[in-house]
């Protein structure tokens, strides 16, 4: 089992900045891949970017975030970050950490891969 916690949501305007991090526990390893995804009301939820805890493959973006966002992480403290730029009213939406072992060398945008999820934190964008 792994568990997830993420922090570092809220509010901010246009073209502001947020980073949110979400912290691993639990039987997870470097053959795993880490993610972000976000979900609006009465949508589905949508995968944001994923990297590779070993670091062997590029990090993965939607083409709605891509230039925006940056995905890395910090395994020495089992963290990982989603760094928010030029942020838009459009990305607003309840954002969770998400991972899955990696046994087949898939990509880790493989969105509906992933089944492990942290609570979510809320993000606010606001014109």
């Known amino acids: 089992q792994v568990q997830l916690q993420e922090s570092g949501g809220g509010s901010v305007q246009s073209g502001g900045s947020l980073r949110l991090s979400c912290v691993a526990s639990g039987s997870y390893g470097s053959d795993y891949c880490m993610g972000w995804f976000r979900q609006t009301p009465g949508q589905e939820r949508e995968g944001v970017a994923g990297i590779a805890v070993d670091g062997t493959r590029n990090a993965r973006y939607a083409d709605s975030v891509k230039g925006r966002f940056t995905i890395s992480q910090d395994n020495a403290r089992n963290t990982l970050y989603l760094e928010m730029t030029s942020l838009k009213p459009e990305d607003t939406a309840m954002y969770y950490c998400?991972?899955?072992?990696?046994?087949?060398?898939?990509?880790?945008?493989?969105?509906?891969?992933?089944?492990?999820w942290g609570q979510g934190t809320q993000v606010t964008v606001s014109s």
């Open positions: 998400a991972a899955f072992q990696n046994l087949g060398w898939m990509s880790c945008a493989s969105w509906f891969r992933y089944h492990y």
